[in-house]
């Protein structure tokens, strides 16, 4: 394998922590994939003394970002530290090194992007800003690449945690806007200062750089039109959900044949639609292309490690075009054809772990649940619920339904064959695993 | 611009037809986005004197395959004809001419991609496979590159359409598996002979691949258990319904200590999960990665058009690599630098059309509301809903909540100012836009 690729990181904060933590703990499996080992070997910080949320054995601190994007021997950098003017310098100036650069700032997209990407298609370099919309969701990746068959439509986005946070509050809760604002600061959801997320220019930026890359038009914050959700009452949460439906801090981009329509703003939406039931700090972004109809992602829009998870996979993907022949750029199996694991076990269903949904006729009389639950319990198949219903009229038997904990597949095959033994149990146990997706 | 890439179909049905209609239908849009045209100059069918369902003037018909794959000019071939004997030796007769293969045959790739890949690697060639798994949905994307930074811990998957729309007519309405089958049949949703859906088969083909590129280990279709929903019974769906969980047909894999875990089956969802509420022939896959957490996927995971989507979007990807500088191959903000619209027009917002949601304070005495309901008739605004609560004793004052059908924003404003004139009404009218999302 190739020397690994040596890597510049702007800001070492929450975003760059995340990232170092990441390519270290992954390091075999990302090298694996992209057929050549990443290297972080410079870091910018404001403060070189400061403790850090990462191990930075190896790495170089510095308080000068300059000097990292000046140096020769680095071919990618990573812009984390935020803001619009120290950042667009340091990015221009990185690209006119000829550096690859990788960068989670929607504002300096949403605000640069234009003059950012025409610098670096001139130098041929990439710019790659999957991070800067939507955390760890690839939806930059999804529309640009996964979709370009289709006309995109429409688009429409939970582009913001903080306030979907606190929209899912009030609803869920009945919770005023000011209060669940504060929990939203102390749980580090918020800013101290939070106008950015509940102005809703967050998600104008984010909502500018999707209308561009859907709809072949050029970056133009300008022209989004933004709203917040400080004026959404509780009583409007409750209406709505008289209605039918919930409020959301919504993203919507439309290219309609007057123009191309871009706006944020709080949006009643029928509480049956899957992107209504998306809460918490989660985002999803809905799109509509004339070809496939709707497509919904989904996922944890900021946060350190899912912000990281995006910024790694665009530098996996620059490490493959430097690395690989662009016809193999990634590889067919995800993984390099030499590193696929070819003495790989794959479980057989009797050492599957999983919960259980068992249903068995049982005749209708005192001590058979007991019985069924003394084999469980011998077993080893702890109980999680029990259901039995009286049977109607001049029935002797009824249904008993259970739901188990986890349990290995051939303990509970055993207790089935125990159970299906007894007088009192007529026919065989249904069974149907349980998967909770935690 | 170069010249068009010369594309040849293996197969004008269901899915060929879709492709060759998608590709006329924005030929403009695609070459904009991928650099260079795509014309579609030969296709093989089964009987060149049927009619189809795409025009197919300008496309070379004829009933011998082999033809295509041995045909010099021709630089990709699309392989739609599904099967795993014929298909495969065409795909690995193009392959070894030089040729990209695009293929949405999910049985050939889950039984033979280990040597199909092989074989192109060897060859320098690209095998896209993107619509074999989930349809339209560029999951194959998301996780070979959107999470490439990730450990991927574990995926489920609602991998086939025709199950997920029996399972979910079985529980809004409470049918009997045998008749919803059928009704599937006539709708088309499923086969004449529908074993290889409802057995679980066509489930574990797609999850076989998904196992594959999610943990890097070699496809093995034998390995993966798979169980269909024929027992399924409406009791335990009422049952499963009582304890607060949804049945649905999933594929689940899972990359353990012990070994790596596939299996199709029947499975117990809590119906608070988002996936548990991908209803009808929608798929969605979850995938949790170590970095990202969990993110999901949906959208149509078949039918003409979806299907088309992803394999134009394969081979917007191949003629993007045929084309462009690696360094820049996908550009930045999707389309090619020289096709961004550089007149657009975007909307302002009084132009912008949505329904809304108004809350007014306003006397609680008679007539007021007719007040209201003449403005709005007056300004086009019709109602869809309203609610009047009665206010509490000794207060004069009430909400009055509507919701409008769309209309256009400068008409609203219009209205809101001639409502806040009224005597009768209270202070400002409140305002949230309204988007279904259709």
Redesign the interface.
């Known amino acids: 394998m190739l020397d690994p690729v040596k890597v510049g990181i702007l800001g070492l904060g929450t975003v760059g922590g995340?990232v170092v933590n990441?390519?270290q703990?992954?390091a075999k499996?990302?090298a694996?994939?992209?057929g050549r080992g990443v290297q972080v070997t410079h870091a910018s910080v404001r403060d070189v003394s400061k403790p850090r949320s990462c191990p930075t054995d190896g790495i170089v601190l510095s308080e000068q970002p300059t000097d990292i994007v000046n140096r020769d021997d680095i071919e990618v950098v990573l812009e984390l530290i935020g803001g619009t003017t120290r950042a667009y310098d340091l990015v221009m100036k990185a690209i006119a090194n000829g550096k690859?650069v990788i960068t989670a700032n929607k504002a300096l997209i949403a605000l640069h992007?234009n003059e950012i990407?025409?610098e670096?298609?001139k130098v041929?370099?990439?710019?790659a800003f999957?991070a800067a919309v939507a955390?760890?969701?690839?939806i930059i990746?999804?529309?640009?690449?996964?979709?370009?068959?289709?006309?995109i439509n429409w688009l429409?986005g939970i582009i913001n945690g903080t306030t979907n946070f606190i929209l899912t509050e009030m609803r869920e809760k009945g919770r005023d806007f000011n209060d669940v604002l504060k929990e939203a600061q102390a749980l580090g959801y918020a800013e101290a200062d939070p106008t950015f997320d509940i102005e809703g220019i967050d998600a104008a930026h984010k909502l500018t750089i999707l209308s561009?890359?859907?709809?072949?038009?050029?970056?133009?914050f300008e022209?989004t039109?933004t709203e917040g959700i400080t004026?959404?009452?509780r009583?409007?949460v409750e209406?709505?959900e008289?209605?039918g439906?919930r409020?959301k801090h919504?993203g919507?981009a439309r290219c309609?044949d007057?123009?191309?329509?871009?706006?944020v703003?709080?949006?009643?939406?029928?509480a049956s639609?899957?992107?209504a039931?998306?809460n918490g700090v989660m985002n999803a972004v809905?799109v509509n292309?004339?070809?496939?109809?709707?497509?919904?992602?989904?996922?944890?829009g900021a946060g350190s490690?899912?912000t990281?998870?995006?910024?790694?996979?665009d530098?996996?993907?620059v490490v493959r075009?430097l690395t690989v022949?662009?016809?193999?750029?990634?590889?067919?199996?995800?993984?390099q054809?030499g590193?696929?694991?070819?003495k790989?076990?794959?479980?057989p269903?009797d050492?599957?772990v999983t919960a259980y949904?068992l249903?068995l006729l049982a005749d209708d009389r005192p001590g058979v649940l007991a019985e069924v639950a003394r084999i469980l319990s011998e077993t080893g198949i702890s109980i999680e619920?029990v259901?039995q219903k009286e049977p109607p009229e001049g029935v002797n038997q009824t249904?008993v339904?259970l739901?188990t904990h986890k349990v290995k597949e051939k303990h509970l095959n055993e207790a089935i064959k125990r159970i299906e033994a007894l007088q009192s149990i007529k026919g065989a146990v249904?069974r149907?695993?349980?998967?909770?997706?935690h």
């Open positions: 995340g990441v390519l703990r992954n499996e990302i694996n994939r992209a690859h992007g990407f025409a670096a298609q041929g370099v990439n710019v999957e955390g760890g969701i690839p990746k999804a529309i640009r690449e996964g979709l370009s068959g289709n006309k429409a561009s890359i859907a709809f072949g038009v050029p970056l133009n022209a039109y004026k959404i009452e009583l409007d209406y709505a008289q209605f439906y409020i919504l919507f309609t007057n123009g191309v329509e871009m706006r703003h709080p949006t009643l939406i029928p639609r899957l992107i039931n998306v809905l292309g004339d070809a496939v109809g709707p497509t919904l992602y989904y996922g944890a490690e899912p990281a998870s995006a910024v790694v996979s530098l996996v993907e075009t022949d662009p016809e193999n750029r990634v590889p067919h199996l995800a993984f054809p590193s696929i694991a070819q790989v076990r794959f479980l269903m050492e599957v949904y249903r619920a259901s249904d339904v739901l249904k149907i695993r349980v998967e909770s997706l």
